[in-house]
């Protein structure tokens, strides 16, 4: 005699099959009673109270089949449980949530997103302002790339008086559209922060400068370039931009990048000593002695006396009994309070004297440098006319243009000018050019007549340029946009999850969807097929599995279609045809599956039992 749990599984069956539902409830729930961690049986108790009428019943145990597969890791079985859940109550929010964070846990980001975005809409519809944050907050973990959700949680930060949240995160976007080259919708960004921010006239400068000491001096250098275009007159950019030359160890660049600064900043000490340093470096003597003889007082007067000591060392170095490298170390020692090595010094340079009868005095530093002040950054005009003329031809920047007023143009390339004072020309390959143009993308007035900032019921309004400009990043998600079909893996495994639990329509729907990878169309069209078969549709099981291009599938895959082929065959009693498909494929693959042991069975049977096709799926 059966157990009672068996006995009350039997009765429920024959409830069903007399259409008793209520009373099958009722013994599913003793069953239930007696075993309450039969998950199986309470899968089918759930779909008996849906059938019955009673979702709410249905919902509740459900639920505790999700939340078993969920605490023990089974993340697709409990989204799977949850999409059931979700049917009954598709206007559940907390449905909605709780398959977000399932499919998060996953991996699945595109799934996540769109169930975020359910419930987000729902929030803003429902004018609640601190759930709707929430939300954003959990996609912005999701998928911190995305340049739409982190546009709407900013403004949302904004209109929940988290101000320094929020231009935090627009610095993040700043930073992240100018790695992706979108200079359009940074400009855009930026005029809409000094609109939202006034007190933040540095946005981009400071994006940039992070960017910057963080390593990435290459693709900051990009921006400041463009930012130079548009104002040479900030002095910060300047200095930015030399950071970034000298950490990308471009001493000729560098040196250009000098000779610009000082001609809109002719008393940056900073800069002429710069230009002395990258002299020095490159071994030019004389351009760097020419550059002290008429900036050396002018530095020392500064304080900037240890940047002295460290340019005479790197000439003695070069050039170690020259009197006047000498001369010049001894004074900027003597200045910084080094009065051992400047006597040192003295001594060295007395000595240099008496035994060199023949050798000329040392110059000391003129008042006047040997060239007028002007032409050591102006160079020959006619140079530069020339130089102008046969670019123009060429289509290229050779140097600073200066206008008749003698202002420099805003059109800046640094290019080899040749300069005077011994900076060298810069060949072709080594112009620095300043010439991104910035599409003018104003953002629209999002200020409501009430004066409260803020964006209205479309998405990334009044961001509308930079949301549409910005792609989002591969297997993103752009906030309101449907799946971009590319995650065929997800789908794939999420039918395998419907499958298992004999939910066939929502699996054969997964797995329409996964087919639209072409890696997976045959296992994917071949699990329909399964489906619909187990589900008893046998007719629209055999006509896609005849649809299938043979001739172009492995060898594997052949014999899982005529394998398959065979099952529904032997389900339409057609066994003749089904032995003739296994003998097939015994002949091609006769280790394939079972089909040799069975076709070796007396009669060649094919009637095969649950148990025996519970793990012939496609491998």
Not at 30 to 56: F, H
Not at 245 to 252: A, G, I, N, S, T
Not at 333 to 350: N, P, R, T, W, Y
Request: aromatic share 6%; hydrophobic share 40%; net charge negative.
């Amino acid at each position: 005699m059966g157990s009672p749990k068996d006995k009350l599984i039997e009765d429920a069956q024959k409830y069903i099959q007399r259409g008793q539902l209520d009373k099958a409830v009722k013994a599913y729930a003793q069953v239930l009673s007696l075993d309450p961690s039969a998950i199986n049986l309470r899968q089918k108790l759930a779909e008996l109270l849906v059938k019955a009428g009673q979702p709410d019943g249905a919902r509740t145990e459900y639920e505790t089949i999700g939340k078993y597969y969920a605490s023990n890791g089974f993340y697709l079985k409990a989204i799977a449980v949850y999409k059931q859940v979700q049917k009954l109550f598709p206007g559940d929010i907390a449905t909605t949530l709780t398959l977000a964070g399932l499919n998060e846990k996953h991996g699945l980001a595109g799934n996540a997103l769109a169930e975020y975005k359910l419930a987000y809409d729902y929030y803003e519809r429902e004018a609640n302002a601190g759930e709707s944050l929430k939300v954003l907050e959990k996609m912005q973990n999701v998928d911190q790339q995305n340049v739409a959700i982190k546009l709407k949680l900013a403004e949302a930060y904004l209109r929940a008086d988290k101000r320094e949240e929020s231009y935090a995160l627009f610095r993040q976007l700043a930073q992240l559209l100018h790695e992706r080259g979108d200079s359009g919708p940074l400009a855009s960004l930026n005029a809409r922060i000094q609109q939202l921010f006034p007190g933040k006239t540095e946005f981009i400068v400071e994006v940039l400068a992070k960017q910057l000491d963080e390593g990435d001096a290459a693709k900051a250098l990009s921006g400041l370039q463009t930012l130079l275009k548009n104002d040479p007159h900030d002095k910060k950019i300047w200095e930015l931009v030399v950071r970034a030359y000298r950490r990308l160890e471009q001493p000729q660049r560098l040196m250009v990048v000098y000779q610009h600064f000082l001609r809109y900043f002719p008393d940056e000490v900073s800069a002429k000593t710069g230009m002395i340093a990258c002299h020095a470096g490159q071994k030019d003597v004389k351009g760097a002695l020419s550059l002290l003889d008429r900036y050396e007082r002018e530095v020392a007067s500064s304080g900037a006396c240890d940047e002295l000591v460290a340019i005479y060392r790197n000439l003695a170095e070069l050039d170690p009994i020259n009197p006047r490298i000498l001369e010049g170390l001894q004074r900027a020692c003597e200045a910084v309070g080094m009065h051992d090595e400047a006597a040192q010094l003295a001594s060295k340079i007395e000595t240099l004297q008496k035994l060199s009868s023949k050798a000329d005095a040392a110059p000391t530093p003129a008042d006047e440098p040997a060239a007028e002040a002007d032409d050591f950054f102006a160079g020959d005009e006619q140079a530069f006319a020339a130089a102008d003329l046969e670019n123009d031809v060429e289509g290229m920047d050779a140097g600073v243009c200066m206008p008749d007023g003698g202002e420099p143009a805003a059109e800046i390339a640094f290019g080899g000018s040749g300069a005077a004072c011994g900076a060298e020309a810069l060949p072709d390959d080594g112009e620095i050019e300043i010439e991104v143009d910035i599409d003018d993308f104003p953002f629209e007035d999002a200020t409501a007549e009430g004066g409260e900032a803020g964006g209205p019921d479309g998405w990334a309004e009044p961001f509308g340029d930079v949301a549409n400009l910005a792609a989002p990043a591969p297997r993103s998600v752009k906030f309101g946009s449907s799946l971009d079909g590319s995650d065929a893996q997800s789908h794939y495994d999420l039918g395998v999850a419907f499958k298992e639990m004999g939910l066939y329509d929502e699996a054969i729907n997964e797995f329409r969807q996964a087919a639209g990878d072409p890696g997976r169309k045959v296992a994917c069209n071949l699990l329909q097929a399964v489906c619909l078969r187990e589900r008893g549709e046998l007719g629209a099981a055999r006509e896609i599995l005849n649809a299938l291009p043979t001739p172009e599938l492995s060898l594997e895959d052949v014999c899982a279609v005529k394998y398959e082929l065979a099952l529904v065959l032997e389900a339409q009693g057609d066994t003749e045809g089904a032995a003739g498909l296994m003998e097939e494929i015994d002949a091609v693959n006769a280790d394939f599956r079972d089909v040799h042991a069975r076709l070796k069975n007396a009669g060649g049977s094919l009637d095969f039992s649950d148990e025996d096709l519970q793990d012939f799926e496609l491998r």
